[in-house]
């Protein structure tokens, strides 16, 4: 019996089938078919008779699939076969083919059944096929061969890509993506993971046949096969190209200044960081535009709405192809790897291009401050305090230069960065500790008060004194912090003194800024009740600066007569050094004049300086206060100091500062 003789002989495709039929001649051609049930498939078959099934029902086969239908001389199922329908649309099937006799001619019947009208008996399977119909109905799709050419797509795919199956299917994955280096790195990335047997996941951007750009979230997975030949890639892409413009578009909010198009200090820093880390390097160049609201106020409109915009012309044809930013208002840096000469230059080239008024023009200039990395600091934050210092050196000058700070400069700017840092550490861990200098009663020869100081040694930078430990606190904000802790240090010590029969006075140092806190009175007040300390306890010294400030606030006089009337005492510090005035002395409740050391150290030297110490005790006692003098080094300054009337002394002569213990001591 012939091969022919063993065939089913079919006269007509089975048109009561609810499922797709055709039948195919041996050379691809569709012969005859029904779309069966397939409501939306209204394409007449009559217009596709006798045309290549790839062309029309079947445009995603490729061609080994295709051969092996056609040749088959048995009955075969092929899964996952996307039939084509109206407007290129695509139905995920299982597809059974049979070689038949149609018209005494071999050929092949084959019916297409939609994944979704099959239910398995196996739930795994099923569960399997469930997901796959997920994916493919969520998601667009692509599978690639192990060469990279793409084997399959789905819908999705195309219609966002603009490609078409026959189009498609055979062309390398490289060409779905721009061809700009950053994309082509993206690339090799996601095929050197998917080639080592690894999951690849990211957002990525992608090309469009008609080469528009959109972006994705791809997914890649391996599917490996023990014949490499066999291997496959499967990407799941998500279109993420809204988002992606939504994000820029807020980014360009966020760091983008609108007014000159640079980018802000926001985006500086960022730019920056990543340099850093790249290790790369490069100056950076801080201008700030000198006397700028004095000429707004001198040139009104024009200054307002067209100086900058023709500054930041000049910057941009002066330094072509570097990155630039705006800081604030007047002030923009520049990111280059050019020499200082060069950057020098922009000097004279401003006075090259001036800025015209009309016909008038105005007189710009800048200050300037060249910042290397990583010659001089390594860190955004660092950079940025070194370009103010510098430019504020620039402005101390006169203005309309561009400088570089010493070696020595900058190895002073990390230090105080260093401290800040380790600071804040030794806040957080409560690593400062409290020394205690006695106060000597030049009348009774007892010590009845005692004047807490604060000392840190840290176990990084090692000690820090209090002459540069202050200014830097008082700079950061932090000396409201080491005020408050050695506040509560005082009060327990004073308590626990008291307790022990005793009764000493303490007094701390307080600044301006703390006492800018409406809330600082009721803090001390709390801190005292806390503890259990009562407020005669407690002595408060302030500075001539201070007390200068003070006499202009009258939220700072108020909270200090606030203390004042629960027993709190104020102690005038370093009289003599500061901004002494009159009138002050009236207005703030102070009750002790501390007489400066450097007043202290003089007195044996000459005349001059005794009349002039003598001059202020007098002037202490007119006005009711009790006087000390500080830094008493020796015998003959107490006995001096005894002889004018000073009521207690202070210093090394009596004792250095001393922990609590070695006090007790003392007295005893």
């Known amino acids: 019996m012939t091969k022919e003789q063993n065939l089913t002989t079919i006269n007509e495709p089975i048109h009561i089938s609810p499922f797709p039929v055709f039948l195919v001649s041996t050379d691809g051609l569709l012969l005859n078919g029904h779309f069966g049930e397939l409501a939306y498939a209204t394409t007449d078959i009559d217009e596709l008779k006798f045309q290549p099934i790839t062309e029309t ?28 329908i109206k407007n290129n649309d695509l139905i995920h099937s299982t597809l059974y083919t049979k070689p038949v006799i149609y018209q005494q001619k071999q050929a092949i019947r084959m019916i297409c059944i939609p994944t979704d009208a099959i ?21 667009m799709t692509v599978t690639l061969d192990n060469d990279g050419f793409i084997v399959q797509t789905n819908q999705r795919f195309l219609t966002t890509s603009h490609w078409t199956p026959k189009r498609v299917l055979g062309k390398n994955f490289w060409q779905l993506f721009p061809t700009d280096e950053e994309n082509v790195k993206e690339v090799k990335q996601v095929w050197k993971t998917i080639q080592n047997g690894n999951i690849w996941q990211g957002a990525i951007q992608k090309i469009t046949k008609d080469e528009q750009l959109y972006w994705v979230h791809l997914t890649a997975i391996p599917m490996l096969s023990q014949n490499p030949i066999n291997n496959r890639f499967f990407f799941i892409e998500q279109d993420i190209t809204n988002e992606k413009m939504l994000q820029n578009r807020l980014e360009k909010i966020a760091y983008i200044d609108p007014e000159t198009g640079m980018i802000n200090v926001h985006r500086l820093e960022q730019v920056i960081t990543q340099m850093i880390e790249e290790e790369r390097h490069f100056s950076f160049v801080y201008l700030s535009i000198d006397k700028f609201y004095t000429i707004k106020d001198l040139h009104g409109d024009f200054a307002e709405n067209s100086l900058i915009l023709e500054f930041t012309k000049r910057m941009k044809m002066y330094f072509q192809d570097s990155t630039m930013a705006r800081i604030n208002e007047n002030d923009f840096v520049v990111i280059t790897p050019l020499p200082e000469w060069f950057t020098h ?65 900058h190895k002073a700017l990390s230090r105080k960065s260093i401290v800040e840092k380790r600071l804040l550490l030794a806040l957080d861990q409560r690593n400062l500790h409290v020394l205690y200098q006695p106060k000597l009663d030049l009348k009774t020869k007892q010590i009845t008060s005692v004047e807490a100081l604060v000392r ?6 090692g000690v820090v004194s209090p002459d540069e430990l202050i200014p830097i606190a008082e700079e950061t904000g932090l000396i409201n912090n080491i005020g408050s802790f050695m506040l509560e240090k005082a009060c327990e010590q004073a308590v ?58 009258t939220g700072i006089i108020k909270q200090m007569r606030v203390l004042e009337d629960e027993g709190i005492v104020f102690a005038l510090d370093d009289f003599g050094t500061g901004y002494a005035s009159f009138r002050y002395m009236q207005l703030l409740p102070i009750s002790i004049l501390k007489i400066d050391q450097t007043f202290t150290n003089t007195l044996l030297k000459s005349d001059k300086s005794r009349q002039l110490v003598h001059g202020m005790v007098q002037f202490g006692k007119s006005m009711n206060l009790t006087i000390i003098a500080e830094g ?35 007295i005893k």
């Open 57 to 84: 029902l079947f445009t995603m086969l490729n061609t080994d699939e295709l051969e092996t239908i056609l040749k088959s001389e048995q009955s075969m199922c092929f899964q996952n076969i996307e039939l084509s």
């Open 456 to 461: 840190w040694e840290d176990e990084e930078i």
């Open 345 to 409: 230059g922009f000097l004279s080239y401003l006075l090259q291009h001036p800025i015209y008024n009309g016909n008038v023009a105005i007189p710009v200039s800048i200050s300037g401050g060249i910042t290397r990395f990583p010659e001089d600091q390594s860190t955004f934050a660092h950079i940025m305090k070194a370009s103010l210092a510098t430019i504020n050196s620039v402005r101390e000058a006169g203005g309309d230069n561009i400088m570089s700070l010493s070696n020595a400069s």
């Open 496 to 553: 626990a003194w008291k307790n022990a029969g005793l009764p000493i006075t303490v007094s701390i140092n307080s600044s301006v800024r703390e006492f800018r806190d409406k809330n600082m009175a009721k803090s001390i007040l709390e801190t005292l009740e806390r503890t259990g300390c009562p407020a005669n306890l407690l002595q408060i010294e302030i500075t001539e600066k201070f007390a200068l400030q003070a006499e202009a606030e």
């Open 632 to 666: 008493v080094e020796t015998e003959e300054q107490q006995k001096l100091l005894e002889s004018y009337g000073c009521d207690a002394a202070q210093g090394y002569y009596i004792s250095k500062p001393v922990t609590n213990n070695e006090i007790s001591n003392i």
């Open 119 to 139: 239910r398995l008996m196996d739930d795994d399977q099923q569960n399997l096929i469930d997901l796959k119909n997920g994916i493919q109905n969520s998601f």
